[in-house]
């Protein structure tokens, strides 16, 4: 029963000498590694090992000097007989004072889907992460109670203001009193579930001008409770400018003709 249980694992089941010697390995090494059982017994483990995952793997093999522990998953990578290699996590149990094992008994599980996919989450990550820290746009995400959580670095070149000294503020702290009122409305709205666009806020930088952006603003749920506010703004300011110098060229201009 037990070499049943054990040559139909999922798992890759070998007993090894304390030199790597695969002594027995179980059926499952086919399909996990691409090797026939029989052609890997007598062979030595670590002349499958990519070179950086040695020593990992022989901590394995001093593994449990006592006889009675087992040593804490290690993941390596074995090369595949189709020229690919596989990730393993593996743990090891030393039972050379066996009289029926004499060897360090290894428990592998193939983990190479998990890796390419903690793999793609990572370069997926980085891309938006990339995106982000060099959009032009002031980019911030911050906590249900104002607590800054992330910031580009638009934002910090825009404010002035240092990660180190962002990560100790509020949103609030930035924006100018007279935005205040409305920041608590947008707030409270996007809280609710909505998505807001164009919202106009002055901010307050650390050195210089007041200036002016406009953003869209949205929250993230988590269990039916807002997580994450995210906020994309534009400085506007330069075109504020603008507007009011093209509006009081027409009021002038008004005035002109009512001079006239």
Same mark, same amino acid.
């Given at each position: 029963?037990?070499?049943?249980?054990?040559?139909?694992?999922?798992?890759?089941?070998?007993?090894?000498?304390?030199?790597?010697?695969?002594?027995?390995?179980?059926?499952?090494?086919?399909?996990?590694?691409?090797?026939?059982?029989?052609?890997?017994?007598?062979?030595?483990?670590?002349?499958?090992?990519?070179?950086?995952?040695?020593?990992?793997?022989?901590?394995?093999?001093?593994?449990?000097?006592?006889?009675?522990?087992?040593?804490?998953?290690?993941?390596?990578?074995?090369?595949?007989?189709?020229?690919?290699?596989?990730?393993?996590?593996?743990?090891?149990?030393?039972?050379?004072?066996?009289?029926?094992?004499?060897?360090?008994?290894?428990?592998?599980?193939?983990?190479?889907?998990?890796?390419?996919?903690?793999?793609?989450?990572?370069?997926?990550?980085?891309?938006?992460?990339?995106?982000?820290?060099?959009?032009?746009? =002031?980019?911030?995400?911050?906590?249900?109670?104002?607590? $800054?959580?992330? @910031?580009? !670095? %638009?934002?910090?070149?825009? +404010?002035?203001?240092?990660?180190?000294?962002?990560?100790?503020?509020?949103?609030?702290?930035?924006?100018?009193?007279?935005?205040?009122?409305?920041?608590?409305?947008?707030?409270?709205?996007? =809280?609710?579930?909505?998505?807001?666009?164009?919202?106009? $806020?002055?901010? @307050?930088? !650390? %050195?210089?001008?007041?200036? +002016?952006?406009?953003?869209?603003?949205?929250?993230?749920?988590?269990?039916?409770?807002?997580?994450?506010?995210?906020?994309?703004?534009?400085?506007?300011?330069?075109?504020?400018?603008?507007?009011?110098?093209?509006?009081?060229?027409?009021?002038?201009?008004?005035?002109?003709?009512?001079?006239?």
């Amino acid at each position: 029963r037990f070499r049943s249980l054990v040559q139909n694992s999922s798992d890759l089941v070998t007993i090894l000498a304390p030199d790597g010697t695969i002594r027995y390995v179980s059926d499952s090494a086919e399909r996990i590694v691409g090797y026939p059982a029989s052609t890997l017994v007598g062979t030595s483990l670590l002349n499958y090992l990519d070179p950086a995952d040695a020593t990992p793997v022989r901590g394995l093999l001093e593994s449990g000097p006592d006889g009675s522990s087992t040593s804490l998953p290690v993941e390596f990578r074995l090369h595949h007989a189709d020229g690919t290699y596989v990730w393993l996590e593996a743990v090891g149990t030393n039972l050379l004072a066996d009289p029926t094992i004499g060897g360090i008994v290894l428990n592998a599980r193939d983990v190479s889907e998990r890796k390419r996919a903690d793999r793609a989450l990572r370069e997926s990550e980085e891309r938006y992460r990339d995106l982000f820290d060099n959009a032009s746009d =002031l980019v911030c995400m911050a906590a249900p109670d104002g607590s $800054l959580l992330y @910031v580009n !670095k %638009a934002w910090q070149e825009g +404010t002035g203001y240092s990660e180190h000294e962002i990560g100790q503020m509020q949103l609030l702290d930035i924006v100018h009193p007279d935005s205040r009122n409305l920041y608590q409305a947008v707030l409270t709205r996007v =809280l609710s579930g909505e998505r807001l666009n164009h919202v106009e $806020l002055v901010l @307050v930088p !650390k %050195a210089g001008a007041p200036i +002016t952006v406009e953003g869209n603003l949205s929250c993230t749920f988590k269990d039916g409770r807002p997580s994450v506010v995210r906020g994309i703004y534009r400085d506007i300011t330069e075109r504020k400018r603008v507007e009011e110098h093209l509006r009081r060229a027409e009021r002038m201009q008004a005035a002109g003709k009512l001079a006239g």
